[in-house]
């Protein structure tokens, strides 16, 4: 049964608990949730921490459905980067996350973070790719002992000159030839990136087994139904695939602001859903 999350940083200003007393009211099924918003050194976090935090969700009545942005703190860390001991230390820092998410109860991560996916000065695109595949292939098998899927993002190129297509993650993801490592469709990206509509993305890639995730926010990086992008396409292309998994609301500019937005989001998406049962 698919279930709708709202990604927790629109509404980060907000406690936890507070979090997912909001989204629970909303109408929200869950969380999804961006490691820095519970710490600065999110990778750190204790049993207790996470307990607490799956405790609060599951009180609220809604599940941690997964984590995003999770490079984002501690600062300096890259897939990418010529730098082996700045790779090593990210790579501990991805399979912390990993292990995080089993005890928050969540079932993917979304690998986005575009700042810690650039080219270094001097360096290549092709030499950074390389790198960076690399750095997935080293969580894939942890990943898949975890009994999670490790979701590379396709991000556009003003964010990332790294992976700006779903076929450049796929292709990555072939590359590993893990379950465990799968890509994602966040629609705001692929609308300024992609050449193929939405549904047409959805139609090509899901049955291929490469989106195991969706995010659904507008090309102007606003919430669904803020801009010019139709979603009612998208929700009946994953209807028509007896989609599953998750999908996220993750707006980056919110307007009014993020509890408005996050409200706005769910009733839009709601509807479309309603009116295709």
């Not at 750095?135 to 899927?149: I, K, L, M, N, P």
């Not at 995730?213 to 028509?240: I, K, S, T």
């Amino acid at each position: 049964m698919m279930r709708i999350a709202l990604c927790n940083e629109v509404i980060a200003p907000m406690p936890f608990p507070r979090q997912c007393e909001y989204a629970a009211k909303l109408g929200y099924d869950g969380l999804e949730i961006a490691p820095y918003t519970l710490s600065d050194e999110p990778h750190r976090l204790g049993s207790a921490q996470l307990a607490a935090a799956r405790a609060a969700a599951e009180d609220a009545g809604i599940a941690v459905t997964g984590l995003h942005w999770l490079l984002v703190k501690p600062a300096g860390l890259s897939i990418s980067t010529r730098d082996e001991t700045v790779r090593r230390k990210t790579v501990d820092v991805m399979r912390a996350l990993i292990d995080q998410c089993v005890e928050l109860g969540g079932r993917y991560l979304v690998h986005g973070s575009p700042h810690q996916r650039r080219v270094d000065p001097g360096d290549t695109r092709a030499a950074a790719l390389a790198r960076a595949r690399e750095s997935f292939a080293a969580v894939a098998a942890h990943a898949q002992r975890a009994g999670v899927v490790y979701c590379i993002e396709a991000l556009s190129a003003e964010q990332t000159p790294l992976i700006n297509t779903l076929a450049e993650a796929a292709q990555l993801v072939a590359e590993i030839g893990s379950p465990a490592v799968r890509s994602m469709l966040d629609c705001s990206a692929a609308g300024r990136m992609e050449k193929e509509p939405l549904p047409a993305l959805i139609d090509r890639w899901l049955p291929q087994g490469v989106i195991a995730h969706v995010q659904v926010n507008d090309r102007n990086r606003q919430g669904p139904g803020q801009g010019e992008q139709r979603f009612a396409g998208v929700f009946a292309a994953l209807r028509r695939h007896r989609y599953a998994g998750d999908v996220a609301v993750e707006p980056f500019d919110y307007v009014p602001d993020g509890p408005a937005a996050a409200a706005r989001a769910i009733g839009y998406v709601r509807g479309i859903i309603e009116a295709l049962e």
